[in-house]
């Protein structure tokens, strides 16, 4: 990575989990060749406007504090850089329009949430900010030839495009701290990504229409949401807006955990502190489904914390936890369940999904099992502390459930 490309890191953040959101949004005309793309903030610095540049905060003395400023249509010179910027690389294939415009509406909801949290800032820190990634440089050119796809020249980019560039890039850093000081155990890793959820949810819920008529009149295809698929599991711990999640987990397998090994369930079990980025009231014992999107990485106290993306919904509330049916086999019928467990496959929890809450709780001398039932009348069964499932074939899950309820009703 040459030092141009690390200053558009810089600049931007880190947008790799909203470019794999974007891909699930896109229904239609999604090109295989199309590499992912970087959402980054590019700064096209010339030498010679470095040097204005550096000339006019050398003399500027007054100290002003800026409020953002944004509006869907008045932003015309950001959109065209944003639509450029995609499309250079790659022609007129692909979604660039959809892929440049989300990117735009991003920038434009950093502006709108410094306006809600009253950000400001002064020459001072614009200063700074300019000054950090004056240093780098572009070898290839490749900031004057987005400039001259989106017909943008370079007074227009000195005067107006550049100083927003720099602006938006000043507001990231200042919500950055707005996170962590809500949120104190918000990861590292996930505080970019939970800006640009963010950014995206209060342009979607504040400016729905002019957005559509935006989309109406650039002929940009609307985005339909897809995200990752669901899954579903129990809240173990809840920590202001953050809680922590275990996959295909329920309430009365949580409770005979201790706190150590609530937070050390096996590596190949999604187990994960998540940003209730929707702010969706949880408590602990609440068997939810929900997507998320963001960073899956562990910091030094093994916590991870995971923006939640397009839902989360309650699916049995920790005071109905009792609503699964439990029951306890004996001798008899823990040898017929394990007869019929005989006729299952074995499936890895990625290649399963699940989303509903459980059926059954069965319990045996030795151990425990959770039971799903999915569309197709299939059992799936997960003993106590593991992370992969069985499926049952229809007739073995017919003949599990007779003898489920046959226990049930002793």
Do not use: C
């Not at 005309?29 to 470095?50: D, G, Q, W, Y």
């Not at 504090?65 to 015309?76: D, L």
């Amino acid at each position: 990575m040459n030092d141009y490309k690390r200053a558009l890191n810089e600049v931007a953040g880190d947008m790799k989990e909203s470019e794999r959101r974007l891909k699930n949004k896109l229904l239609h005309n999604k090109s295989p060749k199309r590499k992912k793309p970087f959402f980054l903030i590019p700064v096209s610095i010339t030498a010679l406007f470095m040097m204005l540049m550096a000339s006019w905060f050398m003399t500027e003395v007054k100290v002003n504090t800026k409020q953002a400023s944004s509006s869907i249509e008045e932003n015309g010179i950001l959109f065209d850089f944003y639509i450029a910027k995609e499309q250079l690389p790659f022609g007129e294939s692909g979604n660039y329009k959809e892929v440049g415009f989300s990117n735009y509406l991003q920038a434009l909801g950093v502006l709108e949430l410094a306006k809600k949290y009253e950000l400001t800032y002064n020459d001072e820190e614009y200063k700074e900010q300019f000054d950090q990634y004056s240093q780098y440089s572009d070898p290839e050119n490749m900031g004057q030839q987005i400039l001259e796809k989106a017909n943008i020249s370079q007074k227009q980019f000195d005067e107006q495009l550049f100083p927003m560039l720099i602006e938006i890039s000043i507001y990231r850093e200042k919500l950055k701290a707005v996170w962590f000081e809500k949120f104190p155990v918000m990861n590292d890793m996930s505080v970019g990504a939970y800006t640009v959820q963010q950014a995206e949810l209060y342009m979607e819920q504040h400016f729905a229409r002019e957005i559509e008529l935006f989309q109406q009149k650039h002929q940009i295809a609307p985005s339909v949401i897809y995200g990752n698929m669901p899954i579903t599991g129990v809240v173990a711990a809840v920590n202001d807006n953050v809680f922590y999640f275990i996959e295909n987990m329920s309430a009365q397998e949580l409770a005979t955990l201790s706190e150590e090994q609530i937070f050390n369930q096996p590596e190949d079990k999604l187990a994960s502190w998540m940003m209730n980025g929707k702010e969706v009231p949880v408590q602990v014992g609440d068997y939810i489904k929900l997507k998320y999107y963001g960073p899956n990485i562990l910091d030094d106290k093994n916590e991870q914390a995971i923006s939640i993306n397009e839902d989360i919904k309650v699916l049995l509330p920790n005071e109905r936890a009792s609503e699964i049916q439990e029951v306890t086999f004996a001798e008899d019928a823990r040898q017929q369940m394990e007869d019929l467990l005989q006729n299952k496959a074995w499936e890895d929890r990625i290649f399963t999904s699940i989303y509903n809450k459980p059926k059954y709780i069965v319990h045996t001398n030795d151990t425990s099992y959770t039971i799903w039932e999915n569309n197709r009348k299939q059992f799936i069964v997960m003993p106590f502390g593991q992370s992969n499932v069985w499926v049952m074939y229809h007739r073995s899950s017919e003949k599990l459930k007779a003898l489920i309820e046959e226990n049930v009703t002793k």
